[in-house]
């Protein structure tokens, strides 16, 4: 049988306060920069959670350490897995996005499988995030990745690091 994942592509980490975090991240440990997005009803579509539809809202910023990018994530609202996982776990690693030859194939063996979806949305109109159950099996939920051809990262709505603070 072929591997279905095929690199790990970034680890999620469910923060309560964005802001503070990137600062410990980049001025305590020289991480980033920091990208940072909002992800709500007016920069995500078809916005779901457990399979049924849902606008939820969060906070996030993307750094890249060596070949893997770190999300940290701040719920805006109570909806939200992230708010979920927050207030059952408190702050920490809530993903692993893996990366798969198909993100169709992917999809497709997770319902041949049982694998549910907990969350689920396509930002910006080209790349899908889908959050699947695989925390039985691999002791961690993985979040499968779908970009359009062409996708291309939007402009942030601010970057912090240690040298340039917005």
């Known amino acids: 049988m072929e591997p279905l994942f095929?690199?790990?592509?970034?680890?999620?980490v469910v923060v309560k306060d964005l802001d503070q975090t990137m600062k410990t991240y980049a001025d305590k440990y020289g991480i980033g920069?920091?990208?940072?997005y909002e992800f709500n009803k007016d920069t995500v579509a078809d916005m779901s959670?457990?399979?049924k539809r849902m606008d939820y809202a969060m906070?996030?910023?993307l750094a890249d350490i060596g070949g893997v990018q770190w999300e940290l994530i701040e719920p805006l609202d109570d909806r939200n897995d992230y708010a979920r996982f927050l207030k059952e776990h408190g702050e920490g690693?809530?993903?692993v996005a893996l990366d798969t030859d198909s993100y169709e194939s992917a999809v497709e063996f997770c319902e041949k499988n049982g694998i549910s979806p907990m969350q689920y949305g396509y930002w910006g109109r080209n790349f899908?995030?889908?959050?699947?159950d695989t925390q039985d099996d691999l002791k961690c939920i993985v979040e499968l990745y779908g970009p359009d051809p062409g996708f291309e990262?939007?402009?942030p709505?601010?970057?912090?690091s240690k040298e340039k603070v917005w």
Do not use: F
């Open 128 to 132: 899908r995030y889908d959050y699947r």
């Open 157 to 160: 709505l601010a970057v912090y």
């Open 6 to 12: 095929t690199e790990v592509l970034q680890v999620g």
């Open 33 to 36: 920069p920091w990208n940072v």
């Open 59 to 61: 906070r996030l910023a």
């Open 49 to 51: 959670i457990g399979g």
């Open 93 to 95: 690693i809530h993903h």
């Open 153 to 155: 990262w939007p402009e």
